[in-house]
């Protein structure tokens, strides 16, 4: 297994034409609220065709692979997003597309996943973080695409990093929602060279955070993770592979109480008209609490895909019980 290195502006500058056929360029919006510790922005990667910025790195670790390698299909383990990503991408090519999916994987995510023609198989959560470790299941046919560590993929996540360069050169801190630390490297790479003194800044929910809890020891330690609403980060765990390089990119971790989270997907309804899930709203909640600093503060609403009865609880003023 190749060591991870953060990807280089080339790199990314690549996937960004690679995905111009697939993904769009997502808006950056200010955050319509009074009162808030910093100019607050967001990067509205729930627009995507899936919902999700996962559409960013499946297509780009797809589209830079020899046809022939993926002639028999493609496949990945994911609780939803990146599993979407790769099933999007799949059918605009006309291959194959199997996804494992934990047993717990939202309803209204595995409903997206049918509509896209995946072939779903379900796995308990022992086996299904082993198909990540290892790279791939033996028993299934073609090209395993890694939710989080590929080179491939921390260049189409490091396009999200290059459009909001392009559009507030001046920013100071990006929040970033923190599962495997695929998207926060890929946008601290983009960083690293275009302005080195932004910080990037992960994300975290109170009941999962992973990150916060490596920081502290020095080292990835193995969490607890009980199931909520906030379903796209808290793996439980750093991954071993990626801690080398998000501890060289990322400067901090920002953990939020699950309260402020759904209060924060709520506020960016009412302000925006923006429904983020419970993982994209988790920088927003950050930054309102001062987290993120002054200045000018980009928050990643990496995803849109919340179920309905979620928000409607969220709404009237409820935490979603999941």
């Known amino acids: 297994m190749l060591a991870l290195t953060p990807a280089t ?42 919902g999700s910025f996962k559409l960013r790195p499946a297509g780009n670790a797809i589209l830079n692979t020899p046809h022939e390698q993926i002639a028999h299909g493609v ?20 291959v194959p597309a199997t996804v494992l999916l934990p ?67 001046d920013v100071d801190t990006v929040l970033v ?20 003194n932004v910080k990037v800044i992960a994300a975290e929910s109170e009941h999962c955070a992973p990150l916060s ?30 801690w080398p390089l998000v501890r ?4 901090d971790a920002a953990v939020s109480r699950v309260q402020d989270i759904s209060d924060a997907v709520r506020i960016v309804f009412e302000k925006n008209k923006v429904v983020a899930e419970g993982a ?3 920088p927003v909640a950050a930054a309102l609490a001062g987290k993120g600093g002054t200045g000018k503060v980009v928050c990643v609403i990496s995803s849109g895909n919340l179920d309905t009865s979620y928000l409607l609880d969220i709404l009237e003023g409820r935490v979603p019980q999941a």
Not at 24 to 33: A, E, S
Not at 216 to 233: D, E, N, R
């Open 103 to 169: 047993e717990n994987a939202a309803a209204n995510k595995v409903a997206a996943l049918e509509r896209l023609g995946a072939r779903i198989i379900y796995m308990p959560d022992k086996e299904w973080w082993q198909v990540i470790n290892e790279h791939g299941h033996p028993d299934i046919p073609g090209k395993f695409i890694h939710p989080v560590a590929s080179q491939d993929v921390l260049a189409g996540n490091g396009t999200v990093g290059l459009e909001i360069f392009e559009d507030l050169p």
């Open 9 to 50: 502006l080339a790199e990314i500058r690549s996937a960004a034409k690679r995905l111009r056929a697939l993904s769009i360029r997502t808006p950056l919006l200010r955050l319509n609220v009074d009162h808030a510790p910093a100019e607050i922005f967001l990067k509205l990667e729930n627009l995507q065709p899936i």
């Open 75 to 94: 496949y990945t383990a994911s609780s939803g997003n990146m599993a979407q990503g790769v099933a999007y991408t799949a059918r605009q090519l006309g």
């Open 248 to 251: 060289e990119l990322v400067q």
């Open 177 to 196: 929602p923190f599962g495997g630390g695929g998207l926060s490297c890929g946008i601290a790479s983009a960083f690293r060279e275009l302005q080195p």
């Open 213 to 242: 809890a490596a920081f502290a020891a020095g080292a990835p330690v193995q969490l607890p993770c009980p199931h909520t609403f906030i379903s796209g980060i808290g793996i439980g765990r750093v991954l071993d592979e990626m």
């Open 280 to 282: 994209g709203a988790a």
